[in-house]
């Protein structure tokens, strides 16, 4: 995104407002890929049609999986855990990115090289993590995390909220 100082994303959910500091620096195409689905200037695979769209990403989406003190996670366009937008990007992990406190904002995958556009944002120090999920922002306002990682969960599940919280909007600024 053009422009000077540091770039944010705010996050408006039905939790509350949301704000994280993204790595560009540290993390170039990540974020530029979070970026380009959620402003809708990167092509996507609708799941439902199977066709290419270019359109905002993240706006309506819930936060489909949660950990209670470990993580949320959202990015998945079928909130079933196994969604994605149709690519996967290369692994990038920038030096001195850690998970070492909650707010920590990094690519959900399955495998390397694996990430596409879900992502989770850590409850609390995750060093597990570290070398293994791309890490791409920190976010701040911790209670609206720990009030999602706090959602109770559906029966017979670990990590499925029974009434997810869901992304309202996002938008960029740089401060």
Same mark, same amino acid.
């Given at each position: 995104? *053009?422009?000077?100082?540091?770039?944010?994303?705010?996050?408006?959910?039905?939790?509350?407002?949301?704000?994280?500091?993204l790595h560009e620096e540290e993390a170039p195409r990540t974020v530029d890929n979070f970026v380009g689905l959620a402003r809708g200037l990167k092509t996507w695979t609708d799941p439902a049609s199977k066709e290419p769209v270019k359109r905002p990403f993240y706006d309506?989406? $819930?936060?489909?999986?949660?950990?209670?003190?470990?993580?949320?996670?959202?990015?998945? *366009?079928?909130? $079933?855990?196994?969604?994605?937008?149709?690519?996967?990007?290369?692994?990038?992990?920038?030096?001195?990115?850690?998970?070492?406190s909650a707010g920590v904002m990094a690519m959900a995958q399955s495998r390397p090289n694996g990430s596409g556009s879900q992502f989770y944002i850590t409850d609390s120090p995750t060093p597990q993590f570290d070398g293994r999920y791309p890490i791409f922002g920190h976010c701040e306002d911790l209670d609206v995390i720990h009030k999602i990682a706090a959602a109770a969960l559906t029966e017979g599940t670990v990590d499925r909220p029974l009434d997810p919280i869901r992304i309202e909007s996002l938008s960029f600024e740089r401060r």
């Open positions: 995104m *053009p422009g000077e100082g540091r770039l944010y994303v705010t996050f408006l959910t039905s939790a509350g407002k949301l704000q994280c500091l309506g989406l $819930s936060f489909h999986r949660v950990v209670p003190n470990v993580l949320i996670q959202t990015g998945d *366009p079928t909130n $079933s855990g196994v969604g994605h937008p149709g690519f996967t990007i290369d692994d990038e992990f920038g030096a001195g990115l850690e998970h070492d």
